[in-house]
């Protein structure tokens, strides 16, 4: 390996991804394919952890994946795929079930919550052990460093527990993985509760930008975008948390910084910081999604795009399968 390996997925539950998902995550997987061997995964396995229908599921794995390209992933410069279409993911996955305590399982914080939520009669036993199947798509590859949000940050510390576990019962096979945290700043709020962040399944559609949707109707977002009482644009993260939330929107899509922003609307007030920002938004949502649209109306060529990382990602994925099932005695 001459670069350091990286491996992130993410769920194609929604046609369209938000504007927190393209900021916390997917642009900063275009910026780490130049510098590392990066696998990205559309992780439809996981997907089913909750109930799917599948032609919805089905179209929105393809969407994913064209956003994926949309937003600038080159299937030149890293490997692009569909979880499903690597069969290892669930061979391994079955592997590190063996592996893990049940205790240890259990005292995922995320699992917790998640069926608190649904209650247990509807809580499957593949979103119980959804954590394990992360852990075999993660050293499959063999991957350095796993770029993830602070959510997942106890899920690699089991990934990291089982890999040395292996190791050490076995025989060293799998690369330990270090935690890539995600820039805490990229983190979107809501744009009518900028106390909660922007999540498809609790945000109000009007403090939901996703980047499907018509330019103009997330400009009309941005615009009626929830602010404080107070006239003079500053970066406070408590008492302005929703001009704050504007700020870093516009300087992650302007590349200027905060500081420079806050001096740029000096003595303007809210109304043309949201106008600034609806115009900026408009211009880059534009051309992405025309790439987007693009890959969706030659499914000919998407096709061939993740056959192609099917391909690449199975000769790796493949490979310490055998030496797994081999250890293992099979
Ligand atoms: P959601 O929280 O809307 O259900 P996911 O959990 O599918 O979204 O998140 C996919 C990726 O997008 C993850 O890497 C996650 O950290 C990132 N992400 C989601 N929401 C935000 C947000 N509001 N701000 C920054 N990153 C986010
Ligand atoms: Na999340």
Redesign the pocket.
């Known amino acids: 390996k001459d670069r350091p390996r990286v491996l992130?997925g993410?769920?194609p539950?929604?046609g369209s991804?938000?504007?927190?998902?393209?900021?916390?995550?997917?642009r900063q997987w275009v910026d780490l394919q130049e510098a590392n061997d990066a696998f990205y995964m559309v992780v439809d396995l996981h997907a089913i952890t909750v109930e799917q229908d599948p032609a919805t599921l089905r179209e929105n794995t393809r969407i994913s994946a064209a956003q994926l390209l949309g937003a600038g992933l080159d299937p030149e410069r890293c490997t692009l795929f569909v979880q499903s279409h690597v069969p290892e993911h669930a061979q391994l996955g079955w592997v590190m079930n063996c592996l893990t305590g049940f205790g240890e399982a259990a005292r995922m914080t995320q699992f917790k919550d998640k069926s608190a939520k649904q209650g247990n009669d509807r809580t499957s036993v593949g979103l119980f052990t959804y954590p394990i199947l992360q852990i075999a798509d993660i050293l499959l590859y063999q991957a350095d460093a796993v770029?993830?949000?602070?959510?997942?940050r106890q899920h690699l510390e089991l990934t990291r527990d089982l890999a040395e576990r292996f190791n050490t019962r076995y025989a060293p096979t799998f690369t330990v993985p270090k935690p890539y945290i995600?820039k805490e700043t990229?983190?979107?709020?809501?744009l009518q509760d900028p106390t909660a962040?922007?999540?498809?399944?609790?945000?109000s559609a009007k403090g939901?930008v996703n980047l499907l949707d018509d330019p103009k109707v997330s400009a009309k977002k941005f615009k009626s975008a929830v602010t404080d009482t107070g006239t003079v644009v500053s970066y406070d993260e408590e008492g302005k948390a929703g001009v704050s939330n504007l700020l870093r929107i516009h300087s992650a899509l302007s590349g200027q910084s905060v500081e420079q922003l806050v001096a740029h609307f000096e003595g303007k007030m809210y109304g043309a910081l949201k106008t600034e920002l609806a115009e900026l938004f408009t211009d880059w949502v534009t051309p992405f999604q025309k790439r987007t649209q693009g890959f969706l109306e030659d499914p000919a060529e998407l096709d061939r795009v993740l056959a192609l990382g099917a391909g690449k990602a199975r000769e790796v994925a493949s490979e310490t399968l055998a030496s797994v099932y081999d250890r293992i005695g099979f």
Not at 17 to 26: E, K, P, R, T
Not at 147 to 152: I, S
Not at 197 to 203: L, R
């Open positions: 992130s993410i769920q539950t929604s991804f938000h504007l927190g998902n393209y900021l916390g995550a997917v770029p993830v949000g602070e959510d997942q995600l990229a983190k979107i709020l809501d962040k922007m999540s498809k399944s609790a945000s939901l």
